[in-house]
């Protein structure tokens, strides 16, 4: 504690009291001087008067003594004369002792008065002297507390200055996280009134977040204030967390449209436990809705490719049967024409019966594969002799293959299915005529390939274009057609299996597909299997799914 007596002035004289005895001692000291000199020089003056009359006595008595002796008359004045004359100069001689003593008189008192000050002076000077030693040891404590609190103020400082460090660090990293979180953050006032928000939130509301500060819910969102405004006051009156709260349909489109919302509201609480406002994450879920959404028709394509395996396996058995008693019927000679025609048919539905049997194992992957390195360019050769001789004559069939090719590992029959499915889909897309295309190349696939269609990666791959001038598909069809059993042609012509077939087996060797059509306008497949050399371990063969998917839309690249 610094001691109060710094804080009281010195005890001293009045003022003008120093400075009036300054003057008074240099008068004192001047009139003194002058009074001494004075009456020096009137004793002086004294004793030359008293030796001058004595002398003067001399010669006076000497003359009066002479005149005497001439006429004693005359001689009587001038005694007379001359005692008047002497009592005179007594006088006079007296006035001037006096007038000499005074000065004496007056230098006794001005030096008894300097004397006098001069003791008041030492002694006040000795006051002060003491009063200076006291404060000054009161200013050494003093000094002492003032550095102890000066040392103890620098501790504190050091101290508060690594709190208020660590705070800013910590404000710093809270900023940070809330700017940098990728989901948007939003901070509301009791009045519903927007405190904060971070870029993320703005970005998703196409606002600059300090744009939101100050407005209410229902001047910065006033298309969906209605449905988050309870929200808000659910929280604020609950004080509980509304967590996962799902968000969807047209009233979010100004959020962009098709997306899904997952947004959660909890309290905001001060150090006292009382509610200060609500927070909100809004959080796209869009692509995690898709992956939900697929990986549920994942499990349901999985359930119908066992129940097709099962169908598949039992039917095919029945099948066999058929066609073994059939064959029997068939060689007994005594049948008539009629009956080996119904016979011949007979086993001709058992055959497309046993074709469709195959495709549902294909889809459901039950059927045994053999991949290796396959010479793309000979089964396309091969494929064109086949279709030259099967497709009207109103097609023209036109088969591009460079002169050298990598090489993909799948199986040849599998190759096949996928070609002829694509080409026979191609051909029934036109039936007064056009043209059949049917290519193949390597690309090296960039990233930009690889964002644009899912499932895709960097890499080195073949591509097989099938392309068709024929009636084309909108938009609708084109996000279905791989779905099984889903066909645009009659019951008699298709089953629905061909290309979701397509897309189980290229999905079985790691490829993708990429779709273009248009209505009226034609349509074009566009195959990409990876090449052989490209494949991590081509002794193991390529990796097969376990789940056969139907893909969704955003596997699909395909001109409006």
């Known amino acids: 504690m610094i001691s109060p007596l710094i804080t009281e002035p010195l005890s001293r004289a009045k003022p003008r009291t120093a400075p009036i005895v300054g003057v008074l001692r240099r008068d004192l000291v001047g009139a003194t001087i002058a009074l001494a000199l004075l009456t020096f020089f009137g004793f002086l003056l004294f004793g030359a008067d008293v030796v001058l009359d004595a002398r003067t006595e ?3 008595s000497q003359a009066v003594a002479y005149v005497r002796t001439t006429n004693s008359v005359i001689a009587d004045q001038f005694a007379e004369r001359f005692e008047q004359n002497r009592r005179l100069i007594a006088g006079i001689r007296w006035v001037s002792f006096f007038a000499a003593l005074i000065p004496a008189i007056g230098i006794l008192v001005f030096l008894s008065r300097l004397s006098r000050h001069d003791r008041e ?3 006040e000077s000795r006051h002060r002297r003491t009063l200076l030693t006291d404060k000054t040891k009161a200013l050494a404590m003093a000094d002492a507390e003032l550095a102890q609190a000066i040392a103890e103020a620098r501790r504190t400082r050091v101290t508060l200055s ?13 900023e940070g996280a809330m700017l940098s979180v990728p989901m948007g953050l939003g901070l509301v006032a009791p009045d519903l009134r927007y405190i904060r928000v971070n870029s993320a939130f703005g970005a998703i509301h196409g606002k600059p977040p300090e744009w939101f500060v100050g407005k209410s819910i229902s001047e910065a969102v006033p298309a969906i204030a209605k449905l988050v405004a309870p929200r808000f006051r659910s929280v604020l ?5 509304l967590r996962n709260v799902a968000s969807t349909g047209k009233t979010y489109d100004e959020l962009g449209p098709n997306k899904h919302w997952l947004s959660s509201y909890y309290p905001i609480r001060d150090a006292s436990r009382h509610i200060i406002g609500v927070g909100v994450v809004l959080e796209d879920v869009t692509e995690h809705t898709a992956i939900a959404e697929q990986f549920h028709h994942a499990q349901k394509m999985e359930a119908i490719a066992r129940l097709a395996s099962g169908v598949a396996h039992d039917f095919n058995n029945l099948l066999v049967i058929i066609r073994c008693y059939t064959d029997i019927l068939l060689l007994q000679e005594e049948m008539g024409e009629e009956s080996l025609s119904d016979l011949h048919e007979v086993r001709s539905a058992a055959d497309r019966a046993a074709v469709l049997s195959r495709q549902l194992l294909t889809f459901a992957r039950q059927n045994v594969v053999a991949p290796h390195a396959v010479d793309v360019r000979a089964r396309l050769r091969e494929l064109q002799d086949m279709l030259t001789r099967i497709i009207p004559k109103e097609l023209t069939l036109t088969v591009v293959v460079p002169e050298v090719l990598d090489k993909v590992q799948i199986d040849p029959g599998h190759l096949d299915q996928i070609l002829m499915n694509l080409a026979v889909n191609a051909v029934d897309a036109m039936p007064a005529g056009g043209r059949l295309t049917l290519t193949a190349a390597r690309i090296d696939a960039d990233s930009g390939l690889a964002e644009r269609i899912v499932g895709a990666a960097v890499g080195p791959y073949v591509v097989l274009t099938v392309a068709d001038t024929g ?9 279905r057609i791989f779905e099984p059993f889903f066909t645009t042609k009659s019951s008699d012509k298709g089953t629905g299996l061909g290309l979701s077939t397509v897309y189980a087996l290229v999905t079985q060797y790691n490829g993708f597909l990429q779709v273009e059509s248009k209505p009226n306008q034609g349509t074009t497949f566009r195959i990409y299997f990876p090449v052989a050399g490209a494949i991590e371990d ?3 063969g390529p990796y097969i799914n376990d789940v056969t998917t139907s893909p969704s839309s955003s596997n699909l690249v395909a001109s409006a």
């Open 121 to 123: 002076l030492t002694a």
């Open 162 to 174: 690594g709190e208020t460090h660590d705070k800013e660090f910590t404000m710093s990293l809270l």
């Open 237 to 241: 009156e609950s004080g509980k967390p």
């Open 538 to 540: 081509p002794m193991q």
């Open 471 to 479: 009636m084309g598909m909108d938009k609708a069809t084109r996000s």
């Open 58 to 60: 001399q010669v006076r």
